[in-house]
């Protein structure tokens, strides 16, 4: 048969050298339609051989080959050769697949390891066995029972771009023979020695294994095997090894890794040969299992590979007491595995997965591999358990196979003593309520209850295919996983003994093989430990074998790294020699790991100015010999842990937001470094400067790694032992450039003040003793308590910064000063401390005498607490009201304490002194900081130290933290529930009986933005429910007098006039809910929490707890409200602690973040003069760009021009002054460049830019900022806002933009003049404007004319004025004939609106149906309708018909299909409402018409009966059934949303895990004309109209015109 290949073949393959040589085209782009045949059918015996000419590394997979019945010449060739059908073979990776399914896992060599110059064939035997070849190595047979005429296939896919056919021909006989004796011999081989096991094979590295061994007398009695004259010496053995030589210990180490590698490489290129167990210190022999000869007897051959099992106890895969039963043999274990013949085991023994399983799972690969039919339609049903119960220390281990990126949730794994046979398996796993122990997520399930909500950093649903599983039940009946081979820990202390394993194929989660061999690494290590157990060098020094000993020891870079690095240097500098070409794919590993203590660190050599991002450097379990290199470290989803920018990352995963220094801002010259330390402490180095622990429980030898990401092109390995080449001459800085914002330049600071490093086991110190932070933030809230390094001195000042906060639990920082010992406080204050903030103190306690308490209030003596507003001495209040509220600060704030010479203690808000909290203090006091609930990370600032003692505070520039505004008390109202006694002139409510009757209002009506406040006193924990509050339009002086007799008993009945309140976690309007799950529950509420209400200027309710602002619950509040509480339940006394705000103190006040600092002139009603209105007028002030800047801007004509230098990003600035309300900044667009894409973006920060650390683009502000990109508007790097204004990409040079915050705190955008409207609402003041000179925009010119751009009188506001009555006219005219335009609100997002979308996803409909433009996505929630000002009712068509908006429901819009009618039916047709059932949705999408159905995914209870036109029964004059069916639509959801028309089906939210009912409609266009109205067909409603604005006798409109109808929208309800 000639060696050919078929003329035709797949569309990007290209043939030449006379049709032997395949290459695919186009091999970066694409990694598949490179499939070739062979040009004739293969003969029996006949090897078609190929070799690997090229390969890439973009893609994962590589070449396949197989043999298929398929005649090249008639063949539709697929995309890849897993495509092939009706006959075809294929071997992929190291799987055979039958027409495209797998019949054989782990079989052979894995194709996608072979290299360039490797050989690959595939052979038909004369029996009809397939064989595949690699490199002359028959790896047995794949399958059986073939045809007799087959065509040879190669799919060039993946990495693999070009093959060449070297022959296409039988065996050598004389070869076979040599390879039978050969294996004849084997068997009858065998070797013994007292002190170790060694298998013999043929394998070049077992003999160098030996000669090492025997060289340093290994062996006993120095007798060693003679190795027979077939043994080859390994390529990487020592030439200059003689046999009386000495080896180091790590020369013999690196030797032996060497021989183990190439073992274990032999063991995967040798197919069937097989192998007895070895151990350490044991004297019991394995004696391999017989090796089958020739090809007839392969396919048993292939069968035998080895199985490595984990095992604890040193007993071999079986019982501990009888280790001979597998007929491998018996050997003894003596290290942490025992090795056994898979093939060899009997089915008792070998873990398979059980016959019985799950309704839709297929087992294959005998009993090996499960996997979930039809994965896109069922997402459970998949359970699959092990056939027999595991053993102690057994470790069952599976490897993810196949994802489908469709459902939520993913694999789950655990232990049941349920017997497989005996048990009717359930739709999943965790609906068993007895004997089962799941993972689930990151989570343990028991008895499907969760009983560890955060088991371990890894969940489970983010695994990816590959990712490997496993479990393991100790003798002490500890329950372990793994993941990845990575001990997550102890999940469960005691399991029962007899447990048997189980898989639950979930969600994602379609297909999964069970492991039984571990990969070479772990292999390589568990050798490194019985190879450093018998060394005799370990401990004791050994003479150099030559004078180069010491480059053995020394750390240089692996050869193997990434595919645009290089190493160069003897293996000590790495570099991307193409850094401005590409940004990533430069990772480096260390040539060794890393010993305990041993400091890894690296010199930037070079830098380049173009991308963001810089070095990363980390550890990772990985051996680089055999890791397939990512494009970037941080891809990695097992064994790495790195440092990037200035956070942590673990497997891909942030576990440290700001820790240290910042990678990115190093420049040229700057040093990182990495240790592990004895303790499995991970540390990382920043110039020689420890930033202190980075994670723990790192395992030992891992590696070293650097990637050289972005900016970083060149890093050199700093070693002791050599002299550093200098700097490469064109690096971005000097040799001596050090970056100005390494630790060095702060290591000459005026203050020693740092924080201890004894502290709380939660808590972390960083960057030198001056950051602590708390680890794990979202799943520990205390136990984070740190304290000062020394005694303050008198009169000096600790203050720190809040740096982050987290908003998942109810407290904050707490900070304090003990002064000895620890205690218990009562249960009345530890109540009080749950949902407490941020608390500041001293103690007289050394760190090393304190036993660090969860938090700091468990101190009870000798202790002053500041804990919100009151002082505490000794876990007892002794002051209330004092100066501050430290439950209000937030990230940004600065607290600090510092005692006065005379013994008084002080705090420092922002800079500003708040007076003596206490007196009497010892000296000798150390500072404490109690990192608790959500205040995760603080520093000490630059403003600690001395102050003078006359305590006297300069003018501070910056905005202090806003105190109580003067005024007089609130006081409650005169008129209030039966039950409710008035105290302390009005400011103390008690309700003196019952449970009930216990509402109370305020005095009088509140102000805009006006806080109303009590604190809870007392509690009866008799009753149940807890305290209401809220908002009334209900005067009490219009009430009758006291006591109220027949008023409603709680809060919530009370209907008479509009009320607002938050019940729990509920928002009601009126006694109807309105939303759910807001804020904090007030059931949660103990003695000592405040809770607030307040109606904002805009129109919406906030409830505050703790001073904390729980957002909007409200919204449409009238303006006339009291406040109004309800003393119900538990709650039996409050206090008010809120007082009035003062018409004359509002022009002196600080300004508050959601106000303006004028008062509104609507509040008393009198009119503001001309002369009272001038104090409040905005100055100008001008304008200039702030010096500290972006690293590529250049600022010239006294700073009012900025020009980027160089790059397409660095080009942020700032204005150096804020920008004052109504004062309007504006600047020119000089200079644009084409050569870049986007352009210039521009907002506000609300703080001061001195100090700020300035990014590479304006996107990656993340606090206080307001940005405005495109037509977009972001707050805080998130997109709130889109269409706004004019796209500012397309703006042309010579454009003028500006900015203006209103007296209401809105931002506006102007563009050349005009304004845009608002963008963003609630900005604080002072704020200051920011432009980024990105992309395309090189330059801008502040334009120094500003003028008051808001109350000014000129052309501007006429046109404005002009232009709005245009726009109210129009839209007179719009809701005539068009549905007003579908507007949401930018600055909400809708709770209900989520829900339902959420609902929406669980109906798996797929997006294809939907527009892809969420902006017509509308909600018709109350607050959502209201926001945008909706009216109830529209026309719309010709002629024009009303139609009522769907009020309640959320519409998601339709992709309307394109064709001649649509922009006629969008205009003239009418619109009218459909409602449906679940089952009959996706039919109805199918045909884009209305359709009847009732199969529907869910359970539904059965209700009526549903005809085929889904809803109800047929009338005695229907349709016959070959017409179109008719179909009943309506102007109004109230009429079309009844049940009987969208019946209720019942589903769980995914997100809140709480139960709903859901319906689903859908919103219509009608042609006039194609139906008739009549009245409704619903009995029940009497004659009470549905609707008011429609008659019951035209409610229902009835068609049966088939096109008649257009579907607009789907329509979803969720109650």
């Given at each position: 048969m000639a060696a050919e290949l078929h003329p035709r073949s797949g569309k990007l393959v290209g043939l030449s050298n006379s049709n032997r040589t395949a290459r695919r085209n186009q091999p970066v782009q694409e990694f598949n339609h490179g499939l070739v045949l062979s040009k004739e059918p293969l003969r029996d015996r006949d090897v078609f051989t190929v070799r690997i000419d090229k390969k890439v590394n973009s893609w994962s997979g590589s070449i396949e080959i197989g043999v298929t019945t398929l005649d090249p010449a008639l063949l539709d060739f697929p995309s890849s050769a897993t495509g092939l059908k009706g006959g075809s073979w294929i071997v992929s990776g190291c799987s055979v697949l039958r027409d495209g399914r797998s019949v054989l896992e782990e079989y052979g060599r894995d194709l996608d390891q072979l290299a360039e110059g490797d050989r690959v064939g595939i052979q038909r035997s004369s029996r009809g066995e397939l064989h595949l070849w690699v490199n002359g190595q028959d790896c047995g047979a794949a399958a059986s029972g073939l045809p007799a005429k087959l065509w040879a296939v190669v799919d060039l896919y993946g990495k693999c771009t070009q093959v060449t056919v070297v022959s296409c021909e039988p065996p050598l006989a004389s070869a076979e023979r040599e390879i039978v004796l050969r294996e004849e011999e084997e068997e009858d081989e065998e070797e013994e020695d007292d002190g170790v096991v060694c298998r013999l094979r043929e394998d070049a590295g077992i003999a160098a294994l030996m000669n090492v061994a025997a060289m340093n007398g290994v062996m006993i009695g120095d007798q060693v095997p003679e190795l027979s004259c077939g043994h080859s010496r390994p390529d990487k053995f020592p030439n200059n090894l003689e046999p009386d030589a000495v080896l180091t210990e790590h020369q013999l180490f690196d030797v032996f890794n060497n021989a183990i590698v190439s073992f274990y490489r032999a063991e995967d290129e040798g197919g069937g040969e097989e192998g007895g167990g070895a151990g350490s210190g044991s004297t019991g022999t394995g004696t391999g299992g017989s090796s089958a000869t020739g090809s007839d007897n392969s396919?048993?051959?292939?069968?035998?590979?080895?199985?490595?099992?984990?095992?604890?106890?040193?007993?071999?895969?079986?019982?501990?007491?009888?280790?001979?039963?597998?007929?491998?043999?018996?050997?003894?274990?003596?290290?942490?595995?025992?090795?056994?013949?898979?093939?060899?085991?009997?089915?008792?023994?070998?873990?398979?997965?059980?016959?019985?399983?799950?309704?839709?799972?297929?087992?294959?690969?005998?009993?090996?591999?499960?996997?979930?039919?039809?994965?896109?339609?069922?997402f459970n049903n998949g359970v699959v358990m092990t056939n027999r119960p595991l053993r102690h220390n057994e470790m069952f281990e599976i490897r993810i196979d196949k994802l489908v990126d469709k459902?939520?949730?993913?694999?789950?794994?655990?232990?049941?003593?349920?017997?497989?046979?005996?048990?009717?398996?359930?739709?999943?796993?965790?609906?068993?309520?007895?004997?089962?122990?799941?993972?689930?997520?990151?989570?343990i399930l028991t008895n499907g209850k969760g009983t560890r909500r955060e088991y371990c950093e890894f969940s489970l649903d983010e695994l990816q295919e590959g990712d490997h599983i496993g479990l393991m039940r100790k003798a002490s009946g500890a329950?372990?996983?793994?993941?990845?081979?990575?001990?997550?820990?102890?999940?469960?202390?005691?399991?029962?003994?007899?447990?048997?394993?189980?898989?639950?194929?979930?969600?994602?989660?379609?297909?999964?093989?069970?492991?039984?061999?571990?990969?070479?690494?772990?292999?390589?290590?568990?050798?490194?430990?019985?190879?450093?157990?018998?060394?005799?060098?370990?401990?004791?020094?050994?003479?150099?074998?030559?004078?180069?000993?010491?480059?053995?020891?020394?750390?240089?870079?692996?050869?193997?790294?990434?595919?645009?690095?290089?190493?160069?240097?003897?293996?000590?500098?790495?570099?991307?020699?193409?850094?401005?070409?590409?940004?990533?794919?430069?990772?480096?590993?260390?040539?060794?790991?890393?010993?305990?203590?041993?400091?890894?660190?690296v010199r930037i050599d070079k830098m380049v100015d173009k991308w963001a991002g810089s070095i990363e450097i980390g550890v990772t379990t990985h051996n680089p010999a055999y890791l397939q290199l990512p494009?970037?470290?941080?891809?990695?989803?097992?064994?790495?842990?790195?440092?990037?920018?200035?956070?942590?990352?673990?497997?891909?995963?942030?576990?440290?937001?700001?820790?240290?220094?910042?990678?990115?801002?190093?420049?040229?010259?700057?040093?990182?470094?990495?240790?592990?330390?004895?303790?499995?402490?991970?540390?990382?180095?920043?110039?020689?400067?420890?930033?202190?622990?980075?994670?723990?429980?790192?395992?030992?030898?891992?590696?070293?790694?650097?990637?050289?990401?972005?900016?970083?092109?060149?890093?050199?390995?700093?070693?002791?032992?050599?002299?550093?080449?200098?700097?490469?001459?064109?690096?971005?800085?000097?040799?001596?450039?050090?970056?100005?914002?390494?630790?060095?330049?702060?290591?000459?600071?005026?203050?020693?003040?740092?924080?201890?490093?004894?502290?709380?086991?939660?808590?972390?110190?960083?960057?030198?003793?001056?950051?602590a932070l708390r680890q794990n933030c979202r799943s520990e809230f205390n136990d984070a308590i740190v304290i000062s390094n020394r005694c303050l001195r008198d009169g000096e000042l600790f203050e720190i910064i809040i740096q982050k906060m987290v908003d998942r639990w109810s407290g904050s920082i707490e900070a304090g000063r003990e002064l000895a010992g620890s205690g218990r406080l009562p249960l009345e204050l530890l109540q009080h401390q749950t949902c407490a903030s941020?608390?500041?103190?001293?103690?007289?306690?050394?760190?090393?005498?304190?036993?660090?308490?969860?938090?700091?209030?468990?101190?009870?003596?000798?202790?002053?607490?500041?804990?919100?507003?009151?002082?505490?001495?000794?876990?007892?209040?002794?002051?209330?009201?004092?100066?501050?509220?430290?439950?209000?600060?937030?990230?940004?704030?600065?607290?600090?304490?510092?005692?006065?010479?005379?013994?008084?203690?002080?705090?420092?808000?922002?800079?500003?002194?708040?007076?003596?909290?206490?007196?009497?203090?010892?000296?000798?006091?150390?500072?404490?900081?109690?990192?608790?609930?959500?205040?995760?990370?603080?520093?000490?600032?630059?403003?600690?130290?001395?102050?003078?003692?006359?305590?006297?505070?300069?003018?501070?520039?910056?905005?202090?933290?806003?105190?109580?505004?003067?005024?007089?008390?609130?006081?409650?109202?005169?008129?209030?529930?039966?039950?409710?006694?008035?105290?302390?002139?009005?400011?103390?409510?008690?309700?003196?009986?019952?449970?009930?009757?216990?509402?109370?209002?305020?005095?009088?009506?509140?102000?805009?933005?006006?806080?109303?406040?009590?604190?809870?006193?007392?509690?009866?924990?008799?009753?149940?429910?807890?305290?209401?509050?809220?908002?009334?339009?209900?005067?009490?002086?219009?009430?009758?007098?006291?006591?109220?007799?027949?008023?409603?008993?709680?809060?919530?009945?009370?209907?008479?006039?509009?009320?607002?309140?938050?019940?729990?976690?509920?928002?009601?309007?009126?006694?109807?809910?309105?939303?759910?799950?807001?804020?904090?529950?007030?059931?949660?509420?103990?003695?000592?929490?405040?809770?607030?209400?307040?109606?904002?200027?805009?129109?919406?309710?906030?409830?505050?707890?703790?001073?904390?602002?729980?957002?909007?619950?409200?919204?449409?509040?009238?303006?006339?409200?009291?406040?109004?509480?309800d003393l119900y339940g538990q709650i039996t006394a409050v206090s008010i602690v809120s007082s009035t705000l003062l018409e004359d103190a509002e022009g002196v006040k600080v300004p508050s973040l959601s106000s303006g600092s004028c008062s509104e002139g609507e509040d008393d009603g009198t009119p503001v003069t001309e002369a009272e209105s001038e104090p409040c007028a905005p100055v100008p002030t001008a304008m200039a760009f702030l010096e500290n800047h972006g690293k590529n801007i250049q600022l010239s004509n006294q700073k009012l021009t900025a020009a980027r230098v160089s790059s397409y990003n660095q080009g942020l600035l700032v204005t150096a002054q804020p920008l004052n309300q109504q004062q309007l900044f504006q600047f020119q667009i000089d200079r644009l460049n084409p050569s870049w894409t986007s352009s210039l973006s521009l907002g506000v920060i609300g703080h001061s830019p001195d100090r700020l650390n300035f990014?590479?683009?304006?996107?990656?502000?993340?606090?206080?900022?307001?940005?405005?990109?495109?037509?977009?508007?972001?707050?805080?790097?998130?997109?709130?806002?889109?269409?706004?204004?004019?796209?500012?990409?397309?703006?042309?040079?010579?454009?003028?933009l500006g900015l203006l915050v209103d007296a209401n705190s809105c931002l506006h955008l102007y563009v050349n003049g005009m304004d845009q409207g608002v963008a963003a609402q609630d900005i604080p003041s002072p704020c200051y404007p920011f432009i980024d000179l990105y992309g395309q925009c090189e330059q801008v010119t502040i334009v120094t004319n500003n003028v008051p751009a808001v109350g000014g009188e000129g052309g501007d506001a006429r046109c404005q004025c002009d232009m709005e009555k245009a726009d109210m006219v129009d839209g007179i005219k719009e809701s005539v004939c068009w549905t007003p335009p579908p507007e949401v609100n930018p600055n909400k997002s809708c709770e209900y609106q989520a829900l339902c979308s959420r609902f929406k996803d669980l109906l798996t409909i797929p997006d294809g149906y939907f527009s892809e433009d969420a902006k017509y996505n509308l909600c018709y929630c109350e607050s959502c309708h209201k926001l945008r000002g909706d009216e109830a009712y529209y026309k719309r068509g010709e002629p024009p018909r009303d139609y009522a908006l769907p009020f309640g429901w959320c519409c998601f819009a339709l992709r309307i299909k394109p064709h001649c009618e649509v922009s006629t039916a969008l205009k003239k047709w009418h619109i009218a409402y459909h409602g449906t059932s679940v089952g009959a949705l996706r039919r109805t999408l199918d045909h884009s018409q209305l359709l009847p159905g009732t199969s529907s995914i869910f359970s539904v209870a059965p209700a009526k009966a549903e005809g085929p036109d889904g809803y109800g029964d047929r009338e005695e004059n229907s349709a016959p059934a070959r017409e179109v069916p008719r179909v009943r639509l309506s102007p109004t959801m109230r009429y079309s949303g009844l049940e009987t028309f969208a019946p209720k089906v019942q589903f769980r939210d995914p997100r809140s895990h709480r139960c709903h009912q859901a319906q689903v409609g859908f919103q219509v266009c009608v042609r006039p004309g194609s139906y008739k109205a009549g009245p409704q067909q619903t009995p029940g409603h009497g004659g009470e109209p549905l609707d008011p604005r429609f008659s019951n006798s035209e409610i229902e409109w009835i068609t049966k015109e088939e096109g008649g109808t257009l579907l607009y929208g789907l329509l979803v309800r969720v109650e």
């Open positions: 396919s048993s051959r292939s069968g035998n590979r080895g199985s490595t099992l984990s095992n604890d106890s040193g007993v071999g895969a079986g019982d501990a007491g009888n280790t001979s039963s597998s007929p491998a043999g018996n050997g003894g274990g003596g290290g942490a595995s025992a090795t056994a013949a898979a093939g060899g085991l009997t089915t008792n023994d070998a873990l398979l997965f059980h016959e019985k399983c799950g309704t839709l799972i297929k087992l294959s690969n005998n009993n090996k591999t499960a996997e979930r039919r039809r994965p896109l339609d069922e459902w939520s949730g993913s694999i789950e794994i655990g232990v049941t003593t349920h017997i497989p046979s005996n048990l009717d398996y359930p739709a999943t796993m965790t609906n068993l309520r007895s004997g089962t122990i799941m993972m689930s997520g990151c989570g329950l372990h996983f793994y993941i990845n081979g990575i001990d997550q820990g102890v999940a469960a202390a005691q399991t029962p003994g007899v447990v048997y394993g189980v898989v639950d194929l979930y969600g994602m989660a379609v297909k999964v093989t069970i492991v039984h061999n571990h990969n070479h690494s772990e292999r390589l290590r568990r050798n490194n430990a019985i190879m450093r157990a018998m060394s005799p060098d370990v401990g004791r020094p050994r003479p150099a074998l030559t004078p180069d000993a010491d480059a053995a020891e020394r750390l240089l870079f692996h050869a193997n790294c990434g595919q645009k690095a290089a190493i160069i240097s003897d293996g000590r500098t790495a570099l991307r020699p193409h850094a401005t070409d590409d940004f990533n794919h430069g990772v480096v590993l260390s040539s060794r790991p890393l010993r305990s203590n041993e400091v890894f660190q494009s970037t470290m941080t891809n990695l989803r097992s064994g790495t842990w790195m440092m990037t920018g200035n956070g942590v990352m673990h497997n891909g995963t942030t576990i440290l937001d700001e820790y240290g220094h910042n990678l990115d801002r190093l420049k040229a010259g700057d040093t990182v470094g990495v240790v592990r330390k004895e303790d499995g402490s991970l540390h990382f180095f920043v110039n020689g400067v420890a930033q202190g622990p980075a994670a723990w429980n790192v395992p030992p030898s891992v590696y070293a790694v650097v990637d050289l990401y972005g900016q970083a092109a060149q890093a050199t390995i700093m070693d002791d032992m050599v002299d550093l080449p200098p700097l490469p001459e064109d690096s971005s800085e000097g040799p001596a450039a050090v970056s100005p914002g390494s630790p060095c330049s702060v290591l000459g600071a005026a203050t020693d003040l740092r924080f201890h490093h004894l502290h709380g086991t939660n808590a972390v110190i960083t960057n030198g003793g001056r950051t941020l608390r500041a103190g001293v103690t007289a306690i050394r760190p090393e005498e304190l036993e660090f308490p969860n938090t700091m209030t468990d101190i009870d003596y000798d202790t002053w607490m500041l804990s919100g507003t009151a002082i505490m001495q000794d876990g007892n209040t002794m002051r209330n009201n004092y100066g501050c509220d430290l439950d209000s600060l937030t990230s940004g704030s600065r607290i600090g304490m510092m005692r006065s010479p005379i013994g008084d203690l002080h705090y420092y808000i922002n800079g500003v002194d708040q007076g003596v909290a206490c007196s009497g203090l010892p000296p000798d006091v150390f500072a404490v900081i109690d990192l608790y609930g959500q205040c995760v990370q603080v520093s000490i600032t630059s403003s600690s130290g001395p102050l003078d003692n006359s305590l006297c505070t300069s003018n501070i520039t910056e905005k202090s933290f806003p105190i109580h505004s003067p005024g007089v008390a609130h006081r409650f109202h005169g008129k209030h529930g039966k039950n409710v006694v008035l105290l302390g002139e009005g400011c103390q409510a008690i309700r003196a009986g019952g449970y009930a009757h216990g509402i109370v209002f305020s005095a009088k009506e509140l102000k805009v933005d006006e806080l109303f406040e009590v604190r809870i006193d007392e509690l009866d924990e008799q009753w149940c429910g807890s305290l209401h509050v809220g908002l009334s339009t209900l005067p009490p002086p219009e009430l009758p007098s006291c006591p109220l007799s027949g008023f409603s008993p709680s809060l919530p009945q009370l209907r008479s006039k509009v009320t607002w309140l938050l019940c729990g976690s509920e928002v009601r309007r009126n006694g109807v809910l309105q939303r759910q799950n807001y804020g904090c529950s007030l059931d949660r509420l103990t003695v000592g929490n405040r809770v607030g209400v307040k109606r904002c200027g805009d129109d919406t309710m906030h409830v505050f707890i703790d001073g904390e602002d729980m957002g909007p619950a409200a919204t449409a509040v009238a303006k006339n409200v009291y406040a109004v509480l990014p590479s683009t304006a996107c990656c502000l993340k606090r206080s900022a307001w940005l405005l990109q495109r037509d977009s508007v972001f707050h805080n790097s998130l997109k709130i806002c889109e269409n706004y204004g004019p796209n500012l990409d397309t703006c042309p040079e010579g454009t003028v």
